[in-house]
């Protein structure tokens, strides 16, 4: 069954698919009137409709059949210090495939431009890709902080586990499997090419943030990132075999 993406908002009984999920079922998959699709919303609603009218731009549907999927017990959020485009595509899909509660992206003292204020319309797209692809009902929070350290801080005040990847001045405790299997919100700070200054290193400590690390090879920032996620998303594949 083909699957498309739905603004939540724009869910009913009866709705519409435009721009270019439309073109997608229209001209490429060539789908018609009596075709049954899946429809996801990015906020764990999933839903089951039959095509009931196609014109040049829109496809129409009457819906069969929701389901309601509850967030996981456990979210993993990662905070990536801004770093080079050529490198940050790909994250998007990735991020998604592996159950990402959030991805977020910081101006660090090292970070070689400026983030955005805004979240690139292209960035939920990659997103929404990455959900259809895999079929994750969830599509994880956008987010930036112009403000650096100190916002990244103030959106994880409620969280449950910071942790900061981090080597210092002597190596840090290698993260663990029990440090994974934490319930709640965790967040996995990460910092630009070239690391954390001793500013924002200090600043996350104080904060309640625990260096960890991956290991002693230098990886680059994408991978750590999704390293974290990856890790996370296997404990959690692991914990549910063995219910």
């Known amino acids: ?71 996981p017990e456990s979210e993993h959020y990662v905070a990536i210090g801004w770093g080079k485009s050529v490198r940050r595509g790909w994250i998007f899909e990735k991020a998604v495939e592996f159950g990402a509660a959030g991805l977020w992206f910081w101006q660090a003292d090292r970070s070689q431009s400026k983030v955005p204020v805004e979240i690139k319309e292209g960035w939920e797209g990659q997103m929404q890709a990455g959900a259809k692809q895999c079929d994750n009902p969830w599509v994880p929070e956008l987010a930036t902080f112009t403000d650096g350290a100190k916002g990244v801080m103030n959106r994880a005040a409620e969280f449950d ?54 290991g002693k090879r230098i990886l680059r920032w994408e991978t750590a990132a999704l390293l974290c996620l990856g890790l996370a998303w296997w404990k959690g594949e692991v914990n549910n075999a063995a219910r």
């Not at 095509?51 to 967030?71: C, R, Y």
């Not at 965790?186 to 500013?199: C, H, M, V, Y």
């Open 161 to 214: 586990n910071i942790f900061m990847l981090w080597e210092g001045q002597s190596p840090s405790d290698i993260l663990s499997s029990a440090q994974l299997d934490l319930s709640g919100k965790t967040l996995f700070i990460i910092g630009p090419e070239g690391g954390f200054s001793d500013a924002e290193a200090n600043y996350f400590q104080e904060q309640g943030a625990k260096p960890v690390s991956l």
């Open 1 to 71: 069954m083909k699957t498309f993406f739905l603004e939540a908002d724009k869910w009913d009984e009866h709705c519409v698919l435009d721009g270019q999920e439309a073109k997608h079922a229209i001209k490429v998959l060539r789908m018609k009137t009596g075709d049954t699709v899946r429809l996801l919303d990015g906020k764990g609603r999933e839903g089951t409709f039959i095509i009931t009218d196609t014109t040049k731009h829109t496809v129409s549907l009457e819906q069969q059949e929701i389901i309601e999927h509850p967030k």
